[in-house]
């Protein structure tokens, strides 16, 4: 294997973004909320990837078992001005992008949209089953005002 340095390549995937450039006065806003934390916005409708805000320092990840700090989620929920969300996308599993995704979706009245293992998460975390949803690859799936296609 060898390592790439900079920034990937997505020459392959540009068929993938064909909408136009938003202008100054477009109702979408993006937030970066950190990491790999976005929150997507248009003003009736929002969605959130990751949702990922416990933070947990480096020796709590090799020391001990890890859980989502309520309190942190909480007040970055706040800050964001988040109450309400259509889904929150965990990009994949690890723990830096899926840990807290389930308690954000139970705060905000959200679905955990992805592939099995984050349904699995939300399952887990006592999420009832109509606010999981696995999505195939691939497929598009409509999210309150949008149509997200998971790759």
């Known amino acids: 294997m060898r390592l790439k340095l900079g920034r ?13 450039t938003a202008g100054p006065d477009a109702p979408l806003t993006v937030t970066w909320a950190g990491v790999t934390t976005l929150l997507i916005d248009d003003g009736a409708s ?15 990840v090799g020391l001990r078992r890890l859980s989502p700090s ?22 994949h599993t690890h723990f830096d992008h899926a840990m807290d995704s389930a308690v954000v979706a139970e705060r905000a009245g959200a679905r955990v949209v992805g592939g099995t293992s984050a349904v699995q998460v939300g399952r887990g975390a006592g999420l009832p089953a109509d606010r999981l ?10 999210l309150g005002a949008y149509d997200i296609t998971l790759i």
Request: charged content about 20%; proline content about 12%; glycine content about 10%.
């Open 133 to 142: 949803t696995t999505v195939t690859p691939g497929e598009p799936i409509t």
């Open 46 to 60: 929002a969605v959130m990837t990751d949702g990922f805000f416990s933070r947990p320092g480096l020796l709590e």
């Open 70 to 91: 309520t309190p942190r989620i909480d007040g970055c929920l706040a800050r964001l001005g988040v109450d309400r969300l259509e889904a929150v996308l965990p990009v």
């Open 8 to 20: 990937p390549d997505l020459r392959n995937y540009a068929g993938s973004f064909d909408a136009p």
